[in-house]
């Protein structure tokens, strides 16, 4: 009986192994014979983070966040911050925007602010979108402004109508145009009415 006992440990050990390294060094078989485009592709089926975040680590890095766009568009935003977070922390402005807008999304407004004053001290135009955003929704308005602004010298369209909007509401409404045109002019689709 002990022996069949031992036996059963034995092979229960050696398939915890088997899956750990399986787990642990599995990517998608297109990531390894086709293109970083197809390799995206295929990455984004998937809803491991774990394999996520092995898929960027072996792509360039504007594949990667071509990986993060598209799993937002998908709205897979849950799982964005298990790649985004630690490259954010590593002074990576784009990633710090894409895990704020992930926080956004899933509401977590604590982990987007924190995220968004990141990408922003790194002059990143869409986190100081977003913490514009923030600030206005504390009732901060003239830090709101001030980060705005910021955003928009970045060419952050989202930046520039908050820019606008808060420079019009405040009475300074030809300066807020200028704001508001140049978000148009970044592609703000909005702001060209």
């Known amino acids: 009986?002990?022996?069949?006992?031992?036996?059963?440990?034995?092979?229960?050990?050696?398939?915890?192994?088997?899956?750990?390294?399986?787990?642990?060094?599995?990517?998608?078989?297109?990531?390894?014979?086709?293109?970083?485009?197809?390799?995206?592709?295929?990455a984004t089926k998937s809803n491991s983070p774990n394999l996520l975040k092995r898929v960027c680590q072996r792509i360039s890095e504007d594949m990667c966040i071509s990986l993060l766009g598209k799993l937002h568009l998908n709205s897979m935003d849950s799982l964005i911050p298990f790649i985004s977070d630690e490259r954010c922390h590593l002074s990576r402005s784009t990633f710090c925007a894409f895990s704020s807008v992930a926080y956004t999304s899933t509401g977590d407004y604590h982990n987007a602010h924190k995220f968004a004053v990141l990408g922003c001290d790194l002059n990143e135009g869409v986190s100081c979108a977003i913490?514009?955003?923030?600030?206005?929704?504390?009732?901060?308005?003239?830090?709101?402004?001030?980060?705005?602004?910021?955003?928009?010298?970045?060419?952050?369209?989202?930046?520039?109508?908050?820019?606008?909007?808060?420079?019009?509401?405040?009475?300074?409404?030809?300066?807020?145009?200028?704001?508001?045109?140049?978000?148009?002019?970044?592609?703000?689709?909005?702001?060209?009415?």
């Open 131 to 193: 913490l514009a955003a923030v600030e206005l929704d504390n009732n901060k308005r003239s830090e709101a402004l001030k980060t705005s602004l910021k955003g928009c010298l970045l060419n952050s369209a989202a930046a520039c109508a908050i820019a606008g909007t808060i420079l019009i509401e405040q009475g300074n409404e030809e300066e807020g145009i200028q704001f508001i045109n140049r978000c148009c002019q970044l592609g703000g689709e909005d702001c060209c009415n």
């Open 1 to 42: 009986m002990k022996r069949i006992l031992y036996i059963l440990v034995v092979v229960g050990l050696v398939i915890f192994t088997i899956i750990m390294t399986i787990n642990r060094y599995y990517i998608p078989i297109k990531c390894i014979y086709s293109s970083e485009e197809e390799c995206v592709q295929s």
